[in-house]
């Protein structure tokens, strides 16, 4: 069965941290760029980052840069969010998707998508 399946979500403190796996099955997730993006409520889904299919370009958008770190993981068809110093802003819920090159953040242009988990950062 093809699918992503995200995992590390949860509920963390102000300034705590979570890392996140997507582990891909039935295809190889090193062919393709890895994005992650996430949805707070009542808001729309915005990329977050993006690892280029050969680890060699990781993006960034502003208010996460310094906080998340993303990377290919062992074993392979595992890619990981790390997240650090997080902050009530970022509550949502995380996904990750594939495509072909990391050449923008939009959410429309990922062509296969896990089904999310689910981060709060509250006190």
């Known amino acids: 069965q093809v699918q992503l399946v995200e995992s590390g979500g949860g509920l963390v403190q102000p300034g705590g941290s979570l890392r996140l796996s997507c582990v891909a099955s039935?295809?190889?997730?090193?062919?393709?760029?890895v994005g992650w993006l996430r949805q707070a409520p009542g808001k729309e889904r915005e990329g977050v980052s993006c690892i280029s299919s050969t680890d060699t370009s990781r993006y960034y958008i502003d208010s996460v840069k310094g906080r998340f770190t993303v990377s290919r993981g062992q074993p392979k068809n595992t890619v990981y969010l790390q997240m650090n110093n997080l902050k009530p802003e970022d509550t949502a819920v995380y996904y990750c998707a594939t495509r072909q090159f990391c050449s923008s953040f939009h959410p429309n242009e990922y062509d296969f998508w896990g089904q999310g988990t689910q981060v709060t950062v509250s006190s």
């Open positions: 039935g295809f190889i997730l090193d062919a393709y760029a």
